[in-house]
């Protein structure tokens, strides 16, 4: 886990602007930084000591600190094979024009979308900020975790029943169905449903299902029990992450993925705010919403039952921001039910 330092002068090199934004969680680090590192030459040391502190190391893998406890094993695989997403989705049930037309109707998109032949499209959130105006985000995130997704499940996604939970415009859930999977994707946006509606139209797959539905009424008698469940995004728009995650595991087979927003320090912590549902990213309705730090998501992990999981390693520094100051991270859950 990055210190504090760490990611203050992580972000400086990836952004000096961004540091004006992180001023309120860094203030004590900002002054002595913004004094000390002017000019290029040091700031290009700054980056090879960067890379050396974020290259992947095995004991990352599995790390969970202090809540190591008898009966849990931590993963201390390799990296898996390369996964590459299928980009651009394939066109097949409309033209170019039509897309445009279509996908003129909403005025916002979670996501860009790339069609063989075009059009390719910019995602277009509400509030723009270093998240959103990073078109390339969800194919880093894709090249980040999925290697990990497929090779927890024997190396293929053929086969596989998926659950993508908080699916949004349905990126997830379109990139595991046209890898073999068979997937539900749900999101309690009316509108977001119908845009993955669109896109799978557009794509012409056929395993794989929408639903409105919001995250509070996921059951098993509904839904059925799925190889994979993606909790991707939504933890931190949600009151309870600790409940959430007993609700996501008792949905999960085999494996589940946990990918959130972390409060950035090294206490095992959830730091509540208030969320008004603003933007099509946000919490549905106006309330409280829970960041969990990296060491209380681990915690939380051990506590629902977890058997072995471990945080995906940072591979390359070709990543949204977040992901590189750890702000972010993945995690892999895996139950092995069968075994
Ligand atoms: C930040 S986006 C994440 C989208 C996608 N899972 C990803 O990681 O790329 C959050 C999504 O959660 C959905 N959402 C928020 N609260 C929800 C709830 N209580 N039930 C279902 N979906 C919810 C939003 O509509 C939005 O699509």
Known sequence: MPSVLQKIVLVYVLDPHSLDDLSHRYESGLSWLKKSVGGEPLKSILSRIISRLFTPKKEMVGNFGNTEAPGFTPVTTGMPPRVAPIWPLPRVGMSASDILSQFGKFDLWHYGYEFEGGPALLPSNLRRDHLTGNRRRPLQRFQH????????????????????????????????????????????????????????????????????????????????????????????????????????????ETVIVVDTSLWATDEPVVHYHWEEPVDIRDAVSAGIVGYPSASALELMLRHIGIPAAYRVPIATDDMPQDYLTGERATWIGLLDRAA
């Open 145 to 252: 975790f999925m290697p990990y997704l497929v090779d927890a499940l024997g190396g293929s996604l053929k086969g596989k029943r998926i659950l993508d939970i908080a699916c949004n415009s349905g990126f997830w859930s379109i990139q595991c169905a046209l890898l073999g999977a068979t997937v539900v994707g749900f999101d309690a946006r009316s509108e977001l449903i119908e845009q993955a509606e669109l896109v799978k139209k557009i794509v012409g797959t056929e395993n794989v299902d929408f639903l409105i539905l919001p995250f509070e009424e996921m059951t098993l008698e509904k839904l059925g029990r799925f190889d994979a469940v993606l909790n991707l995004g939504i933890l931190y728009h949600l009151p309870d992450p600790l409940a959430a995650l007993f609700a996501t595991k008792a949905m999960a």
